[in-house]
């Protein structure tokens, strides 16, 4: 059991979340933190997502590493995330019908997140399934978080909401006699471009002597 | 003393020289990022044991496995989910017509199917309502193109209303929805509209309750004149006129989707309306 969750196996899991963060170090994936970020919902339901096809895909290409042809090997890579992305959507079509109509164009944008085959690259074909596994759902929570926070701020300061909740009172607003206006430029996804530098920012301040 | 090579486990960036450098000059990790590169020939002769992974007949084997394997498994999932998907999609479109009669179908107890008895599915041919005796379907993108207009009579408290399905084109994709009319066919009784893969948290706003529920008891025409629908979506906060409806903030192009689709989808229907 220790074996398990020995140092090594805990900073596959751990590293990616704050250190070693897809986002904000590695710069990955940030296509889809545009895109997917305007509400906390969809940013939330886009990080699990790629977190649990992360780990399943490391996992399998990590159990077949060894006899992967070299030459063909991204092929083979692409083959995996593609049909675990088409089985899990189907799946969703069947039996969560609701939830696979929100996420509609997502769900096949994962087939196109540069961290799924980042870390199949560099990590699944060196290491052993458990491992890999860690390290999936490390880098897709460390995705996940920075997706959280954009969705939050953008969807808090765009249009006053969290998750649908009204949370700045109607009362503020201009058009009921107030002071306050959504931030149109929130909903741009331009402003998470600016969202995310800010986070690097913060990010690096704070570990600055880590580095 | 030959120079080793030092490969950055993040990027990929290859660095010759006696150490590994302090940061990564591509994605600036640390030196701790870093591993050597043992030089190829050093490492085959121990690599020899089992099959060669490298050769062609192995590598042309192994993409034909990995391929008819893969196909197998997508063909056999969608075939055992087949029925179960098209049940959903089918009482998803029913559920989507009970919406535009500005019903909660998400309300506790509410089922769809049952509901759905209640609606007739007829067709506007040679200026009269007939039944429609084909299998229901999902989508009424192609059926409108071919000139079958559908139309659903339903009772809402006693009184007569016409659900009209409409389609169009967003921004990225395919746009559609249902408009119900009251019995007069002349103001609109409520509306539901949904898209294949508008921008998220902008024009897939269109989507939700309080935009469609603008057009609730809009007139489908300006003054007393019926001869050209004036509904109307324009910019997000400049409705003026009884025919303007709010547009959707950031998202003009999805609006002008949706208005050419209500527009022109209603026209199509005139000679009903009329008559």
Redesign the interface.
């Known amino acids: 059991m220790s074996k398990l969750f020995s140092e090594e196996n805990r900073a596959a899991f751990s590293k990616p979340l704050n250190l070693d963060n897809p986002v904000v170090i590695q710069v990955l994936g940030i296509c889809s933190a545009l895109a997917v970020t305007s509400q906390l919902a969809p940013a939330i339901v886009m990080g699990l997502s790629v977190t649990v096809i992360t780990a399943f895909a490391n996992v399998i290409i990590s159990l077949i590493r060894k006899t992967i042809p070299n030459r063909i090997r991204i092929i083979v890579q692409l083959v995996v995330v593609a049909a675990l992305v088409t089985i899990v959507s189907e799946l969703l079509k069947a039996y969560v019908y609701d939830v696979s109509v929100q996420l509609s164009v997502y769900v096949g944008l994962i087939i196109t997140n540069c961290i799924l085959m980042g870390r199949l690259e560099a990590f699944a074909m060196q290491n052993a399934p458990w491992p890999s596994f860690l390290d999936g759902i490390g880098n897709g929570l460390g995705y996940a978080w920075v997706l959280v926070v954009l969705g939050f701020v953008r969807e808090l300061f765009g249009f006053g909401t969290l998750l649908g909740f009204q949370i700045i009172p109607q009362s503020w607003y201009v058009e009921n006699g107030g002071w306050y206006m959504n931030n149109g430029m929130m909903v741009m996804p331009a402003m998470s471009l600016i969202i995310v530098g800010c986070i690097i920012w913060a990010h690096r301040s704070l570990n600055k002597e880590e580095k | 003393m030959a120079t080793k090579k030092f490969k950055c ?4 960036y290859i660095h010759e020289g006696d150490k590994a450098p302090a ?1 990564c000059p591509k ?4 030196a701790d990022a870093f591993t050597e590169i043992v030089e190829a020939g050093a490492e085959a002769p121990a690599k020899k044991k089992g099959i060669d ?2 050769s062609n007949t ?2 042309i084997l ?2 034909s496995a ?2 008819i394997l ?1 196909a197998f ?2 063909a056999f ?2 075939i055992v ?1 087949k029925p ?2 098209d049940a ?2 089918e ?2 479109t029913k559920g989507q017509i009970l919406t535009s009669l500005n019903m909660d179908i998400k309300a506790n107890g509410f089922n769809v199917a049952k509901q759905f008895e209640s609606v007739q599915d007829m067709l506007w041919k040679d200026g009269q309502l007939v039944p429609y005796e084909g299998k229901f379907l999902s989508s009424y993108a192609g059926a409108i193109k071919e000139g079958e207009l559908h139309v659903f009579v339903t009772e809402v408290e006693g009184e007569t209303k016409y659900i009209l399905p409409v389609s169009g084109r967003g921004l990225w994709g395919s746009l559609w929805g249902y408009v119900s009319l009251n019995a007069d066919k002349k103001t609109i009784f409520g509306t539901y509209f949904y898209h ?2 508008e ?4 024009g897939a706003r269109l989507g939700e309750r309080w935009f469609q529920e603008q057009f609730n008891g809009k007139p489908l025409f300006a003054g007393e004149s019926t001869d050209a629908v004036a509904i109307k979506v324009v910019k997000a906060g400049s409705a003026s006129a009884e025919t303007e409806v709010n547009g959707i ?2 998202a003009t192009l999805t609006g002008n989707g949706i208005d050419a689709m209500v527009r022109e989808g209603l026209t199509n229907y005139l000679d009903f309306i009329n008559q």
């Open positions: 486990e993040l990027c990929g940061s994605c600036g990790a640390g992974t490298s192995y590598t192994y993409a990995m391929v893969v498994l997508l999932t969608s989910l179960t998907q959903n999609v009482n998803d294949s893969s921008t998220a948290g902008l903030t950031g």
